[in-house]
Protein backbone atom coordinates (compact mmCIF):
# COMPACT_ATOMS: atom_id res chain seq x y z
CA UNK A 1 0.00 0.00 0.00
CA UNK A 2 1.20 3.01 -0.54
CA UNK A 3 0.13 6.77 0.50
CA UNK A 4 -1.29 7.71 -2.86
CA UNK A 5 -4.29 5.02 -2.04
CA UNK A 6 -5.64 7.82 0.50
CA UNK A 7 -6.03 10.68 -1.85
CA UNK A 8 -4.83 13.20 -0.02
CA UNK A 9 -4.16 16.70 -1.79
CA UNK A 10 -0.78 17.37 -3.07
CA UNK A 11 0.00 20.06 -0.80
CA UNK A 12 -0.58 17.04 2.11
CA UNK A 13 1.33 14.86 0.45
CA UNK A 14 4.34 17.09 -0.09
CA UNK A 15 4.30 17.64 3.85
CA UNK A 16 4.44 13.20 3.96
CA UNK A 17 7.16 12.95 1.16
CA UNK A 18 9.00 15.84 2.90
CA UNK A 19 8.93 14.12 6.31
CA UNK A 20 10.45 10.87 4.39
CA UNK A 21 7.46 8.34 5.14
CA UNK A 22 7.29 5.83 1.73
CA UNK A 23 4.70 3.48 3.26
CA UNK A 24 1.57 3.60 5.57
CA UNK A 25 2.28 1.80 9.11
CA UNK A 26 -0.30 -0.42 9.92
CA UNK A 27 -2.34 1.77 11.99
CA UNK A 28 -2.53 4.47 9.07
CA UNK A 29 -3.62 1.69 6.72
CA UNK A 30 -6.42 0.96 8.82
CA UNK A 31 -7.50 4.15 10.26
CA UNK A 32 -6.79 6.94 7.87
CA UNK A 33 -9.97 5.25 5.30
CA UNK A 34 -12.43 5.59 8.03
CA UNK A 35 -11.14 9.02 9.50
CA UNK A 36 -11.67 10.38 6.23
CA UNK A 37 -15.04 8.79 5.49
CA UNK A 38 -15.78 11.63 8.97
CA UNK A 39 -16.27 8.06 11.41
CA UNK A 40 -15.15 7.98 14.72
CA UNK A 41 -12.55 5.82 15.36
CA UNK A 42 -11.09 4.25 18.65
CA UNK A 43 -7.29 3.37 17.36
CA UNK A 44 -5.80 0.46 20.17
CA UNK A 45 -1.85 1.64 19.04
CA UNK A 46 0.77 2.55 21.07
CA UNK A 47 3.59 5.39 20.06
CA UNK A 48 5.85 4.41 17.82
CA UNK A 49 3.06 2.76 15.94
CA UNK A 50 2.96 6.10 13.37
CA UNK A 51 -0.90 6.85 15.38
CA UNK A 52 -0.12 10.66 15.08
CA UNK A 53 -0.28 11.10 11.56
CA UNK A 54 -2.86 8.91 11.07
CA UNK A 55 -5.17 11.62 12.76
CA UNK A 56 -3.24 14.14 11.54
CA UNK A 57 -3.07 13.59 8.28
CA UNK A 58 -7.13 13.51 7.44
CA UNK A 59 -7.63 16.61 9.53
CA UNK A 60 -5.18 18.21 7.80
CA UNK A 61 -7.29 17.03 4.35
CA UNK A 62 -10.64 17.90 6.44
CA UNK A 63 -9.81 21.73 7.56
CA UNK A 64 -8.07 22.34 3.88
CA UNK A 65 -11.37 22.90 2.96
CA UNK A 66 -13.68 25.71 5.20
CA UNK A 67 -13.11 28.61 6.69
CA UNK A 68 -9.62 29.65 7.99
CA UNK A 69 -8.59 30.73 11.29
CA UNK A 70 -11.04 29.14 13.26
CA UNK A 71 -10.37 26.36 15.68
CA UNK A 72 -11.64 23.16 14.28
CA UNK A 73 -9.91 20.96 15.35
CA UNK A 74 -8.46 19.81 19.00
CA UNK A 75 -6.08 17.26 19.87
CA UNK A 76 -5.82 16.49 23.91
CA UNK A 77 -2.67 15.01 25.27
CA UNK A 78 -1.63 14.10 28.28
CA UNK A 79 2.14 15.91 28.39
CA UNK A 80 3.43 19.13 27.52
CA UNK A 81 6.10 16.59 25.43
CA UNK A 82 3.58 14.30 23.41
CA UNK A 83 1.92 17.85 22.80
CA UNK A 84 5.02 19.72 21.53
CA UNK A 85 5.50 16.73 19.03
CA UNK A 86 2.22 16.26 17.70
CA UNK A 87 2.27 19.94 17.06
CA UNK A 88 5.61 19.44 15.21
CA UNK A 89 3.63 16.27 12.94
CA UNK A 90 0.55 19.12 12.21
CA UNK A 91 3.56 21.71 11.09
CA UNK A 92 5.66 19.20 9.29
CA UNK A 93 3.08 17.57 7.49
CA UNK A 94 0.80 20.96 6.80
CA UNK A 95 3.75 22.96 5.93
CA UNK A 96 2.43 23.28 2.17
CA UNK A 97 -1.48 23.96 3.95
CA UNK A 98 -0.88 27.03 5.45
CA UNK A 99 -2.90 25.74 8.40
CA UNK A 100 -1.76 27.53 11.70
CA UNK A 101 -1.40 25.05 14.80
CA UNK A 102 -0.51 25.84 18.41
CA UNK A 103 0.73 23.71 21.48
CA UNK A 104 -1.00 24.88 24.53
CA UNK A 105 0.46 23.64 27.81
CA UNK A 106 0.93 24.80 31.20
CA UNK A 107 4.56 26.28 32.57
CA UNK A 108 4.57 28.40 29.60
CA UNK A 109 3.43 31.79 28.84
CA UNK A 110 -0.36 32.25 28.89
CA UNK A 111 -0.28 35.68 27.28
CA UNK A 112 1.50 34.81 24.24
CA UNK A 113 -0.91 31.87 23.74
CA UNK A 114 -3.79 34.55 23.93
CA UNK A 115 -2.32 36.26 21.34
CA UNK A 116 -1.68 33.62 18.78
CA UNK A 117 -5.24 32.61 19.58
CA UNK A 118 -5.99 35.98 18.44
CA UNK A 119 -4.85 36.10 15.60
CA UNK A 120 -6.14 32.69 14.77
CA UNK A 121 -5.37 29.07 14.41
CA UNK A 122 -7.01 26.23 13.09
CA UNK A 123 -5.46 23.29 15.21
CA UNK A 124 -4.52 23.24 19.19
CA UNK A 125 -3.05 20.88 20.87
CA UNK A 126 -3.51 21.17 24.39
CA UNK A 127 -2.95 19.71 27.94
CA UNK A 128 -6.42 19.41 29.75
CA UNK A 129 -5.36 21.94 32.59
CA UNK A 130 -4.11 25.03 30.12
CA UNK A 131 -6.79 24.41 27.71
CA UNK A 132 -9.47 24.45 30.79
CA UNK A 133 -7.57 27.64 32.26
CA UNK A 134 -8.19 29.10 28.53
CA UNK A 135 -11.64 28.20 28.67
CA UNK A 136 -12.75 29.62 31.84
CA UNK A 137 -10.72 32.75 31.27
CA UNK A 138 -12.63 32.81 27.87
CA UNK A 139 -10.01 33.46 25.57
CA UNK A 140 -10.08 29.83 23.45
CA UNK A 141 -13.63 29.57 22.02
CA UNK A 142 -14.15 25.75 21.33
CA UNK A 143 -17.81 26.74 19.65
CA UNK A 144 -16.11 25.55 15.79
CA UNK A 145 -14.34 22.60 17.08
CA UNK A 146 -15.98 19.81 14.89
CA UNK A 147 -12.68 17.03 14.84
CA UNK A 148 -11.78 16.01 18.59
CA UNK A 149 -8.81 13.53 19.35
CA UNK A 150 -8.26 11.94 23.01
CA UNK A 151 -4.74 11.09 22.42
CA UNK A 152 -3.21 8.48 24.98
CA UNK A 153 -6.41 8.26 27.07
CA UNK A 154 -5.12 5.29 29.22
CA UNK A 155 -2.43 8.21 30.26
CA UNK A 156 -4.56 10.78 30.92
CA UNK A 157 -6.61 8.02 32.79
CA UNK A 158 -3.38 7.41 35.19
CA UNK A 159 -2.78 10.85 35.40
CA UNK A 160 -6.03 11.80 36.69
CA UNK A 161 -6.91 13.59 33.50
CA UNK A 162 -10.84 12.45 33.10
CA UNK A 163 -12.86 14.83 35.27
CA UNK A 164 -10.92 17.50 33.27
CA UNK A 165 -11.52 16.00 29.87
CA UNK A 166 -15.37 15.42 31.26
CA UNK A 167 -15.42 19.17 31.45
CA UNK A 168 -14.20 19.95 27.99
CA UNK A 169 -16.06 17.86 26.76
CA UNK A 170 -19.30 19.33 27.71
CA UNK A 171 -17.55 22.83 25.96
CA UNK A 172 -18.02 20.89 22.55
CA UNK A 173 -20.46 20.71 19.85
CA UNK A 174 -22.52 17.76 18.76
CA UNK A 175 -22.25 16.17 16.11
CA UNK A 176 -18.14 16.06 15.76
CA UNK A 177 -16.21 13.81 14.81
CA UNK A 178 -13.95 12.02 17.90
CA UNK A 179 -11.01 9.77 17.25
CA UNK A 180 -9.57 8.36 20.66
CA UNK A 181 -6.00 6.59 20.62
CA UNK A 182 -4.90 4.30 23.67
CA UNK A 183 -2.46 1.50 24.16
CA UNK A 184 -5.12 -0.08 26.47
CA UNK A 185 -8.58 0.02 27.30
CA UNK A 186 -9.12 0.27 31.06
CA UNK A 187 -12.45 0.37 32.41
CA UNK A 188 -12.58 3.77 32.43
CA UNK A 189 -11.53 4.57 29.32
CA UNK A 190 -14.46 1.91 27.88
CA UNK A 191 -16.88 4.06 29.53
CA UNK A 192 -15.52 7.55 27.97
CA UNK A 193 -15.88 5.84 24.76
CA UNK A 194 -19.20 4.67 24.87
CA UNK A 195 -20.45 8.29 26.48
CA UNK A 196 -18.38 10.16 23.32
CA UNK A 197 -18.01 7.95 20.74
CA UNK A 198 -20.73 7.50 18.19
CA UNK A 199 -21.06 4.22 16.25
CA UNK A 200 -17.24 3.65 16.27
CA UNK A 201 -14.88 1.66 14.45
CA UNK A 202 -12.36 0.15 15.94
CA UNK A 203 -8.41 -0.13 14.59
CA UNK A 204 -5.61 -2.36 17.06
CA UNK A 205 -2.18 -2.76 16.56
CA UNK A 206 0.31 -4.63 18.49
CA UNK A 207 -2.92 -4.33 21.43
CA UNK A 208 -0.92 -4.56 25.00
CA UNK A 209 1.98 -6.74 23.85
CA UNK A 210 5.33 -4.99 23.98
CA UNK A 211 6.27 -4.09 21.00
CA UNK A 212 7.39 -7.26 18.76
CA UNK A 213 10.64 -5.90 17.00
CA UNK A 214 12.03 -5.49 20.37
CA UNK A 215 14.54 -8.01 22.36
CA UNK A 216 13.80 -8.26 26.17
CA UNK A 217 16.24 -8.76 28.81
CA UNK A 218 16.69 -8.76 32.44
CA UNK A 219 19.96 -8.51 34.66
CA UNK A 220 19.40 -9.48 38.42
CA UNK A 221 21.37 -7.23 40.58
CA UNK A 222 21.29 -6.06 44.12
CA UNK A 223 19.62 -2.70 45.24
CA UNK A 224 23.03 -0.76 46.10
CA UNK A 225 25.06 -2.17 43.21
CA UNK A 226 22.17 -0.72 40.34
CA UNK A 227 24.38 2.39 39.72
CA UNK A 228 27.86 0.72 38.80
CA UNK A 229 25.69 -2.64 37.06
CA UNK A 230 24.70 0.28 34.70
CA UNK A 231 27.80 1.74 33.88
CA UNK A 232 29.18 -1.21 33.10
CA UNK A 233 26.83 -2.32 31.03
CA UNK A 234 27.01 1.56 28.99
CA UNK A 235 30.41 0.17 28.22
CA UNK A 236 30.43 -3.20 27.31
CA UNK A 237 27.50 -2.65 24.86
CA UNK A 238 27.23 -1.17 21.44
CA UNK A 239 24.71 1.26 21.99
CA UNK A 240 23.33 4.67 19.55
CA UNK A 241 20.97 6.41 22.05
CA UNK A 242 19.76 4.95 25.42
CA UNK A 243 16.82 5.79 27.39
CA UNK A 244 17.15 5.25 31.10
CA UNK A 245 13.99 4.77 32.98
CA UNK A 246 13.97 5.64 37.14
CA UNK A 247 11.03 5.48 39.26
CA UNK A 248 10.76 9.56 40.66
CA UNK A 249 11.95 12.23 40.19
CA UNK A 250 14.94 12.56 42.71
CA UNK A 251 16.32 9.31 41.41
CA UNK A 252 16.32 10.17 37.97
CA UNK A 253 17.91 13.43 38.99
CA UNK A 254 20.33 11.47 40.95
CA UNK A 255 21.24 9.08 38.69
CA UNK A 256 21.75 11.28 35.93
CA UNK A 257 24.75 13.41 38.26
CA UNK A 258 26.15 10.22 39.03
CA UNK A 259 26.57 9.01 35.28
CA UNK A 260 27.92 12.74 34.47
CA UNK A 261 30.30 12.56 37.21
CA UNK A 262 31.47 9.47 35.36
CA UNK A 263 31.75 11.36 32.51
CA UNK A 264 28.74 10.28 30.37
CA UNK A 265 27.10 13.26 27.78
CA UNK A 266 23.82 12.29 29.33
CA UNK A 267 20.52 14.85 30.51
CA UNK A 268 17.60 14.13 33.17
CA UNK A 269 13.83 14.32 32.51
CA UNK A 270 11.59 14.35 35.14
CA UNK A 271 8.82 16.74 36.42
CA UNK A 272 11.16 19.12 38.23
CA UNK A 273 12.71 20.98 35.50
CA UNK A 274 11.68 24.12 33.77
CA UNK A 275 9.97 23.64 30.21
CA UNK A 276 12.89 24.97 29.13
CA UNK A 277 15.18 22.64 30.57
CA UNK A 278 13.04 19.55 29.63
CA UNK A 279 12.77 21.11 25.93
CA UNK A 280 16.97 21.53 25.99
CA UNK A 281 17.06 18.13 27.55
CA UNK A 282 15.13 16.43 24.63
CA UNK A 283 16.62 18.31 21.81
CA UNK A 284 20.20 17.30 23.09
CA UNK A 285 19.15 14.18 22.85
CA UNK A 286 17.47 14.25 19.49
CA UNK A 287 20.45 15.61 17.99
CA UNK A 288 22.66 13.38 19.63
CA UNK A 289 24.60 16.23 22.21
CA UNK A 290 23.09 13.73 24.54
CA UNK A 291 23.94 9.75 23.97
CA UNK A 292 22.10 9.06 27.65
CA UNK A 293 18.49 10.13 28.96
CA UNK A 294 17.31 9.37 31.96
CA UNK A 295 13.89 10.13 32.67
CA UNK A 296 10.84 9.55 34.82
CA UNK A 297 7.41 7.56 33.29
CA UNK A 298 5.47 10.81 32.91
CA UNK A 299 8.18 13.04 31.39
CA UNK A 300 9.22 10.21 28.70
CA UNK A 301 6.08 10.24 27.19
CA UNK A 302 5.75 11.06 23.62
CA UNK A 303 9.41 10.59 23.07
CA UNK A 304 10.25 10.54 20.08
CA UNK A 305 13.73 9.99 18.83
CA UNK A 306 14.02 7.07 16.75
CA UNK A 307 17.59 6.30 16.82
CA UNK A 308 16.99 5.03 20.60
CA UNK A 309 18.55 1.69 20.59
CA UNK A 310 18.24 0.65 23.88
CA UNK A 311 15.87 1.22 26.90
CA UNK A 312 17.06 0.23 30.42
CA UNK A 313 14.77 0.21 33.43
CA UNK A 314 16.93 1.09 36.04
CA UNK A 315 13.64 0.29 38.06
CA UNK A 316 11.16 -1.60 37.20
CA UNK A 317 7.82 0.11 35.91
CA UNK A 318 5.17 -0.15 38.23
CA UNK A 319 2.45 -2.04 36.06
CA UNK A 320 2.90 -4.02 32.78
CA UNK A 321 1.40 -0.82 30.99
CA UNK A 322 4.24 1.19 31.96
CA UNK A 323 6.32 -1.52 31.06
CA UNK A 324 4.96 -1.26 27.34
CA UNK A 325 4.95 2.36 27.10
CA UNK A 326 8.64 2.42 27.97
CA UNK A 327 9.76 -0.23 25.90
CA UNK A 328 8.12 1.47 22.68
CA UNK A 329 10.41 3.75 23.08
CA UNK A 330 12.64 1.81 21.49
CA UNK A 331 12.18 -0.47 18.69
CA UNK A 332 10.05 2.19 16.57
CA UNK A 333 8.53 1.68 13.46
CA UNK A 334 10.99 -1.02 10.98
CA UNK A 335 14.23 -0.65 13.72
CA UNK A 336 14.85 -3.17 16.43
CA UNK A 337 15.70 -2.15 19.67
CA UNK A 338 16.68 -3.87 23.50
CA UNK A 339 15.38 -3.62 26.79
CA UNK A 340 16.94 -4.65 29.83
CA UNK A 341 15.47 -4.12 33.01
CA UNK A 342 17.76 -4.44 36.16
CA UNK A 343 15.77 -6.41 38.83
CA UNK A 344 15.98 -7.14 42.42
CA UNK A 345 14.44 -9.94 44.48
CA UNK A 346 11.48 -7.34 45.06
CA UNK A 347 10.87 -7.66 41.23
CA UNK A 348 9.59 -11.18 40.96
CA UNK A 349 5.98 -10.69 40.79
CA UNK A 350 6.49 -7.76 38.67
CA UNK A 351 8.59 -9.95 35.76
CA UNK A 352 5.98 -12.93 36.25
CA UNK A 353 3.87 -10.41 34.76
CA UNK A 354 5.56 -9.33 31.86
CA UNK A 355 6.97 -12.79 31.10
CA UNK A 356 2.72 -13.56 30.90
CA UNK A 357 2.21 -10.90 28.33
CA UNK A 358 5.20 -11.95 26.01
CA UNK A 359 4.42 -15.22 26.40
CA UNK A 360 8.23 -15.89 27.03
CA UNK A 361 10.35 -16.48 29.57
CA UNK A 362 13.03 -13.08 29.75
CA UNK A 363 16.38 -14.05 29.71
CA UNK A 364 18.56 -13.67 33.12
CA UNK A 365 21.99 -12.53 31.97
CA UNK A 366 25.15 -12.10 33.92
CA UNK A 367 27.30 -9.01 32.83
CA UNK A 368 31.12 -10.46 32.54
CA UNK A 369 33.20 -9.24 34.72
CA UNK A 370 30.74 -7.30 36.97
CA UNK A 371 31.75 -8.08 40.77
CA UNK A 372 28.24 -9.27 42.02
CA UNK A 373 29.31 -9.63 45.17
CA UNK A 374 30.75 -5.92 46.21
CA UNK A 375 29.55 -5.22 50.15
CA UNK A 376 26.97 -2.45 50.17
CA UNK A 377 28.22 0.77 51.07
CA UNK A 378 26.94 3.31 54.05
CA UNK A 379 25.43 4.77 51.13
CA UNK A 380 24.47 4.13 47.96
CA UNK A 381 27.66 5.36 46.30
CA UNK A 382 28.98 4.68 42.69
CA UNK A 383 32.17 2.76 42.98
CA UNK A 384 35.16 5.06 42.67
CA UNK A 385 35.97 5.34 39.21
CA UNK A 386 39.53 3.59 39.31
CA UNK A 387 37.53 0.33 39.83
CA UNK A 388 35.31 0.77 36.93
CA UNK A 389 35.33 -2.25 34.80
CA UNK A 390 36.95 0.22 31.80
CA UNK A 391 36.43 -0.86 28.31
CA UNK A 392 38.54 2.02 27.08
CA UNK A 393 38.07 2.36 23.04
CA UNK A 394 34.03 2.09 24.30
CA UNK A 395 34.29 4.80 26.78
CA UNK A 396 36.14 7.36 24.75
CA UNK A 397 33.52 6.87 22.28
CA UNK A 398 30.67 7.40 25.05
CA UNK A 399 32.16 10.56 26.59
CA UNK A 400 33.53 12.01 23.34
CA UNK A 401 31.70 11.37 20.20
P1 LIG B 1 4.08 7.98 16.61
O1 LIG B 1 3.65 6.58 16.89
O2 LIG B 1 2.99 8.79 16.02
O3 LIG B 1 4.72 8.59 17.82
O4 LIG B 1 5.21 7.93 15.46
C1 LIG B 1 6.47 7.39 15.68
C2 LIG B 1 7.48 7.85 14.65
O5 LIG B 1 7.21 7.29 13.37
C3 LIG B 1 7.56 9.35 14.42
O6 LIG B 1 8.92 9.71 14.37
C4 LIG B 1 6.95 9.55 13.05
O7 LIG B 1 7.49 10.67 12.38
C5 LIG B 1 7.31 8.27 12.35
N1 LIG B 1 6.36 7.84 11.29
C6 LIG B 1 5.02 7.98 11.29
N2 LIG B 1 4.50 7.46 10.16
C7 LIG B 1 5.52 6.97 9.43
C8 LIG B 1 5.61 6.30 8.16
N3 LIG B 1 4.53 6.03 7.45
N4 LIG B 1 6.83 5.95 7.72
C9 LIG B 1 7.94 6.23 8.48
N5 LIG B 1 7.93 6.85 9.67
C10 LIG B 1 6.72 7.22 10.15
Known sequence: MSFDSFSFSPDIMAG??????????RIQEQSIPPIMQGRDVIGLAQTG?????????????RLREGPRGRLRALVISPTRELAEQTCEAVDGLGRQTGLRSIALYGGTNMDQQIQMLRSGVDIAV????????HVWKGTISLSDVEVLVIDEAD??????????IRSILRCLIKPRQTLLFSATMPLDIRRLVQDVLTDPVSVQVDRMAPAASVSHALYPVKQHLKTALLMDLLYQIETESVLVFARTKYRAERLAQQLKGAGFRVASLHGNLSQSRRQAALDGFRTGLFKILVATDIAARG???LSISHVINYDMPESLDAY????????????NGDAFTLVTGADAAMVRDIEHA????????????????APAPDSERVRPQGRLLVHTARKQELIQR
Open 155 to 164: RMFDMGFLPD
Open 303 to 305: IDV
Open 324 to 335: THRIGRTGRIHQ
Open 16 to 25: VRALGYTTPT
Open 126 to 133: ACPGRLLD
Open 358 to 373: LNTRLEPRTLKGFDYK
Open 49 to 61: TGKTAAFVLPILQ
